[in-house]
């Protein structure tokens, strides 16, 4: 893993929260994308591949977790991750691809909101397994803001 991340003060849930929160915010305006992926340092990203990377970072990191707390060894990540744009990546973004995106992303913060608050400070800030603490990955999912604003607000 890489160097571990910051945190400071904040309920974990609601750094995941304030992170989709923002990738929401920016994507209802991804209906204006005029199809030209963005280039942003190495990577290239568009609306649907941003989600995407948003989507499988947030899976990714539960099932990390639930594996850890569970006591198995988690799964190697297998993701393709921004190194590939699919054909997928490369289609439109209309109001039901940001409807899908919100219903996806609205659930899957429920599941973290969940999962995080049933732990206790102590389970948190332990880190079961290898790998960094529980609140270190919560705080390590607010950098998936990364993936949207690479795309950035469209309105203007």
Known sequence: MTDAPLTDDREPARVVTEMIDHVLRLAATWTAWDGRPVPSEDRIYTPHKAIRRVADHLVDHLAEIEDRLA??????????ASMITTAADLAPFTEQDHDEARSRLTRLARIWTARLEALTPEQLDHSPGDGWTLRQVAFHLGGSVYYADAVGDLSG
């Not at 006591?71 to 393709?80: N, Q, T, V």
């Open 71 to 80: 006591g198995r060894a988690p799964l190697p990540d297998h993701w393709h």
